[in-house]
């Protein structure tokens, strides 16, 4: 929904659900999210708009089954270590985790000649996994990134952008190792992994209108640079074994 309060000034506001029925071979039969939208859009000058909106999202899950998969698993595919072992009761997958989401958005539109067009763009998320022992505990990220588009002629148009990305994860994971058919699984054989990625892009590209209103012809080139980094650290002292 749109509210125009001002002559340059529209407050928004939105909401949705999204909902997931999964096969029961997955850990959880039915998730729900659901997601809140509010933003204001401006207009200062004929040649800027600008756009912030925040989005908070929520997915719960119904119930998570450990061992939905292994009781669908032929026996025979495993060992006796394996099925001793198993899936910890305590992980939960990140796509089918309880999770809070809030998002920020920031756009800015800028026209400095009729023919060019740059965008500006941030965006701030951080992601909450709230009822996970085992598994991804949190996720923040932020992006900023620019593009630009030229138009000489009608028929021809002419763009680029570049996007700086950076994530950051955190996961807590715990050796569970077999001896015979006895499983060690105790607290402090956990560990804390913390993810950092940075992604560089960049991107070139050309439309042109070989017949108006019925063919375009389009071309783009891009490349990316990522880096990764993880480090490892255990939660406390060893004390069980």
Do not use: C
């Not at 022992?133 to 949190?138: I, V």
């Not at 050796?175 to 992604?199: A, E, L, M």
């Amino acid at each position: 929904a749109k509210l125009r309060v001002l002559r340059s000034v529209n407050l928004l506001a939105g909401m949705g659900w999204e909902r997931w029925d999964r096969s029961a071979h997955r850990e959880v039969p039915v998730s729900d999210e659901f997601t809140a939208k509010a933003g204001v859009d401006v207009t200062p000058a004929d040649w800027l708009t600008a756009r912030l909106v925040y989005k908070p999202s929520f997915r719960r899950i119904d119930d998570y089954l450990t061992f939905a998969h292994a009781e669908h698993t032929v026996v025979e595919e495993l060992t006796a270590s394996e099925l001793a072992q198993g899936q910890s009761a305590l992980l939960r997958k990140f796509d089918e985790a309880d999770r809070d989401r809030h998002a920020v958005r920031l756009s800015l539109h800028v026209f400095p000649i009729e023919t060019v067009t740059t965008t500006l763009t941030g965006e701030w998320r951080s992601d909450e996994y709230i009822n996970s022992p085992l598994g991804l505990q949190q996720a923040n990220s932020w992006s900023l990134g620019v593009d630009a588009s030229w138009r000489p002629a009608d028929p021809v148009a002419f763009f680029g952008g570049y996007v700086h990305e950076s994530i950051h994860q955190k996961q807590r994971s715990r050796s569970r190792p077999v001896t015979g058919t006895t499983t060690f699984d105790f607290p402090d054989f956990d560990w804390i992994s913390v993810h950092t990625d940075t992604v560089d892009t960049f991107h070139v590209g050309a439309n042109v209108g070989l017949v108006p209103g019925t063919l375009d012809w389009s071309v783009t080139a891009s490349a990316s640079y990522a880096l990764g980094e993880i480090d490892n650290r255990n939660v406390g002292a060893l004390v069980s074994g």
